[in-house]
């Protein structure tokens, strides 16, 4: 037991002189390590936990392993119709190659300029080979933003891994507007835009109202005369069998039927405040003292 104890002992005391001699370091769980002797690189360091190094002859560099965000300044492009947008983008990176990472750009400052300058390269490419309406549209059937985001970030993310041995996780597009100088004249032409379209639609509704109007008369005036047609048909039988009742009438008791037309002629110009004077030989006396004639017997 004592053997242990002083052999635990030895080995703090090893790893206290080491340290203090600069023959051990630790890798922390957010760093990756680059050794390097002489300015050139020997071994690099992934996984946590300690190392050895050769004092005063290696040289250790430090790389943060955790997710880290950029977000370089906003960049001005020019659309394939001469239209200029201004973009601002975020990027969210990793080291994933710390040896071609030292190699290439060793700081994070260096790294962020890199990639911002792919980055503004390959969006300046393809925003210049599209029009405008493919980036600014409130059509979806035109409107090609994300997929054209989505091929500059793939771009992006092969010339970093290749380049700087850095994993792009992601690019975003972060604003997308106008200049400050264009914007007025910008919105006024959106302005006219979209004056010109709802004139247009209001153009093709009247058009349309006056066809639905047209064949809405059309169709009432070719009912209404099916309808009259009919009416007319109706009022026709309807006479005809009148006529042909009061011909039966008459035939059956000529006296009876005057002497009912005559009190209806006298009933359209007699009232209460009429009074009529008449002879006693009067025809109208005579049917008033008379009486309606009898049917005769056959």
């Known amino acids: 037991m004592m053997r242990h104890a002083r052999l635990a002992i030895v080995c703090a005391a090893l790893l206290v002189v080491a340290a203090g001699t600069g023959t051990l370091f630790v890798v922390d769980t957010t760093e990756q390590a680059v050794v390097t002797r002489f300015g050139r690189p020997v071994r690099t360091c ?12 290696d040289r250790v560099t430090r790389l943060d392993a955790r997710l880290l965000v950029t977000e370089p300044p906003p960049a001005e492009y020019l659309t394939l119709d ?53 980036l600014v549209s409130a059509d979806s059937a035109t409107m090609r933003l994300g997929t054209i985001l989505s091929q500059v970030e793939g771009r992006v993310r092969d010339a970093a891994e290749r380049q700087f041995g850095i ?19 910008v919105f006024q032409r959106m302005r006219a835009e979209r004056q010109r379209i709802a004139k247009r639609f209001r153009s093709e509704g009247d058009e349309q109202g006056v066809k639905i109007r047209a064949a809405a008369d059309r169709e009432r005036a070719r009912i209404l005369a099916k309808a009259q047609r009919k009416a007319a048909e109706i009022r026709g039988r309807a006479e005809a069998e009148a006529a042909h009742i009061y011909a039966d009438a ?42 309606p004639p009898t049917k005769s017997e056959p």
């Open 167 to 185: 994993t792009l996780v992601s690019l975003g597009l972060e604003r997308l507007a106008f200049p400050q100088q264009n914007e007025a004249s």
């Open 250 to 291: 008459l035939g059956q008791a000529p006296e009876f039927y005057r002497f009912l037309r005559t009190l209806e002629s006298y009933d359209k110009f007699i009232d209460n405040n009429t009074t009529v004077i008449l002879p006693a030989d009067s025809p109208l006396m005579k049917s008033l003292l008379a009486g």
């Open 46 to 57: 992934t996984v946590p936990g300690p190392y050895w190094k050769l004092p005063l002859v």
């Open 82 to 134: 001469k239209k200029n947008l201004v973009a601002r983008t975020f990027l969210t990176w990793r080291v994933s190659d710390p040896l071609r990472y030292i190699q290439s750009v060793v700081f994070r400052e260096a790294a962020e300029a890199r990639l911002a300058a792919v980055t503004s390269s390959e969006i300046g490419a393809a925003f210049g080979a599209v029009p405008f309406d493919a």
